[in-house]
């Protein structure tokens, strides 16, 4: 048996793989034979399309999918063949990026049109439809998927990570903190005041604000440091080697430096302010061991802060009891006057 190396090819842009309706199984040939036209046009109106087609046997379609690095695949699974066997069948190799997957079906299988869906493959054709609208579906998500799966680890707006980037470093976060020995910190983030910022200005000047505050915290935190977006107006940074009390004076001199530059001012005109923002911080080891338990303690940080009043940032060890409601340790205002000398916030 010859060696077959299983390792992740590299992928061809612009090659297919489709089932071929020749097949030694005598009953496979009799289920497709009907269907010889519509694979034969499919397969030109790929190329067509600019792609190199291969036919492989129906039931080798994933694995020759895989072992060429083919960029889409057309599978004609048996009616023993379950959605999530042939789900598995194509991604349990474990390819860098998985192919651009579209499962044709005989007209009697039309009612498992949404299961096949459900198990995650991307277009699903029943019977002899139009074989250039198949082809020109196939092409435009297969060359789309690189975008696709980008836009699924860098925000499109501010080019920071996304919440999946984010959310997959908190645990590796807190294991080399645990390991150095070192505290760390997660901070979430809330800019004061956005929704209605938006409905008074617009969206336009609001996408700006938000590309500037992005651009703030990228260029005020160290490189070894994480700030992702992970919504509309909420950033989280993964904060390593800082305790409670140096995060607390962190989000001081993020509030404190943060300024609109003047054409962004410009275009938020009289609507526009200062811009201010509330945060919830947890902090490694003392409020989690953990690293989702300490972003989700880090939230809770947050909506307390939040129910309290604008402006704040409190930690989590402070939602509880009296703590958290000392103004004077909670509320970034008074990091401005100096808290403890009687000064009322600005």
Not at 40 to 47: F, M
Request: charged residues 25%; contains cysteine.
């Amino acid at each position: 048996m010859p060696h077959v190396d299983l390792r992740s090819p590299p992928q061809h842009p612009d090659l297919a793989v489709i089932a071929s309706t020749a097949s030694a199984n005598p009953s496979r040939a009799a289920r497709t034979q009907a269907s010889d036209g519509w694979w034969l046009q499919l397969k030109a109106a790929l190329q067509d399309q600019g792609f190199t087609v291969q036919q492989a046997e129906p039931e080798r379609c994933g694995v020759e999918a895989f072992l060429a690095g083919a960029a889409a695949v057309v599978l004609a699974p048996p009616p023993d063949v379950t959605p999530a066997q042939a789900w598995l069948e194509l991604c349990d190799r474990a390819a860098r990026m998985l192919p651009t997957a579209m499962v044709w079906l005989p007209g009697d299988r039309a009612d498992e049109v949404a299961d096949w869906l459900e198990a995650g493959f991307d277009d699903v054709v029943v019977g002899e439809v139009d074989p250039e609208g198949a082809a020109l579906r196939l092409a435009a998500r297969a060359r789309s998927r690189p975008r696709r799966q980008s836009l699924a680890s860098v925000d499109a707006l501010t080019g920071l990570p996304t919440w999946h980037v984010f959310s997959s470093r908190l645990d590796p976060t807190v294991r080399l903190s645990s390991r150095a020995g070192m505290p760390m910190a997660v901070a979430v983030l809330d800019m004061d005041g956005f929704r209605q910022l938006e409905a008074d200005a617009g969206r336009g000047p609001v996408r700006q604000v938000l590309i500037d505050v992005a651009a703030h915290l990228r260029a005020a935190l160290r490189r070894s440091d994480t700030v992702a977006r992970l919504g509309d107006d909420r950033f989280g940074l993964l904060l390593h080697h800082i305790t409670a009390f140096e995060a607390r004076r962190l989000m001081y001199k993020l509030w404190r430096s943060l300024s609109l530059p003047p054409e962004t001012a410009e275009r938020l005109g009289t609507h526009g302010g200062p811009i201010t923002f509330t945060a919830g911080v947890a902090v490694f080891p003392g409020d989690a061991s953990d690293g989702h338990e300490l972003y989700m303690r880090a939230e809770i940080a947050l909506d307390c802060a939040r129910a309290s009043g604008h402006r704040r940032v409190l930690l989590y060890s402070e939602t509880s009891g009296e703590a958290g409601a000392h103004t004077h340790a909670t509320d970034l205002r008074w990091h401005r006057t100096g808290a403890g000398r009687g000064e009322e916030p600005e």
